[in-house]
């Protein structure tokens, strides 16, 4: 009796020992998912301003109109190279002459003419309008006939924020006579200014009377 009872108390010493799992309450559950939560870092989103566009479509903002451009043309004369290029660079002061009815005066303010960091002043006529103009000539390549000018003050300036004008002439291949290039590089102050391709047109309108007046010289 003895030995059944001694192996009696060792099974139930066994018994007493083993693991006892035991399912979590929904007490303890929510306990468990309130520390989870606390650990997650919440970042402010960023305005993000968008137009309706369908699910997983790419958005792209908008793009602004660029306000800077270029004009250019050419213009075919009789004269020469180096004559024409003279007009500007060593008697703009004559152009008047040759084109009265578009330029009334060029006066040299600062520097010597045809000399890179001159100031010149220009009165003039567009579209029917009186004008004035004080540029200043950035670069002068006599190997190239090219002189250009940096509009500083004057009407131009109250719609452009900057313009440069380069007049280039460079001699015809096989003939007599040369090819003019204007080109007109500026920056409006809004999409509201018009390209300036009247001003383009005065230009070719002074390269013909410069080249009449050059022709009749000779």
């Known amino acids: 009796m003895a030995e059944v009872a001694t192996e009696i108390a060792m099974k139930v010493e066994e018994k007493a020992v083993m693991p006892v799992t035991v399912a979590p309450t929904k007490a303890v ?8 939560e606390t650990k997650v870092m919440v970042t402010t989103p960023k ?20 306000l800077v451009g270029k004009l250019e ?5 009789k004269s020469s190279a180096e004559q024409f290029h003279h007009m500007f660079t060593g008697r703009p002061h004559h152009v008047s002459k040759a084109s009265p009815g578009n330029i009334q005066a060029c006066d040299l303010h600062e520097g010597d003419w045809g000399k890179p960091g001159s100031i010149i002043f220009w009165n003039y006529v567009h ?5 004035v103009a004080k540029e200043r000539i950035e670069a002068v390549e ?22 440069l004008l380069t007049i280039q002439v460079t001699p015809k291949h096989g003939g007599a006579g040369s090819i003019v290039h204007w080109h007109l590089e ?3 102050i809004s999409e509201e200014v018009a390209h300036p391709e009247t001003l383009l047109q ?17």
């Open 73 to 77: 043309t050419d213009v075919e004369i």
């Open 29 to 36: 559950e929510a306990a468990r998912a309130e520390e989870s």
């Open 202 to 218: 005065f230009c070719v309108e002074v390269s013909k009377e410069i080249d009449e007046h050059l022709l009749a010289d000779e």
């Open 47 to 66: 305005t993000v301003e968008t137009t309706s566009k369908p699910a997983g479509e790419e958005v792209k903002p908008t793009e602004t109109p660029s």
């Open 142 to 163: 006599p190997e190239k006939n090219l002189i250009t000018f940096s509009v500083l003050e004057g009407d131009l300036m109250k719609e452009y924020k900057s313009f």
């Open 186 to 188: 500026y920056e409006k």
């Open 127 to 131: 579209d029917g309008e009186a004008k």
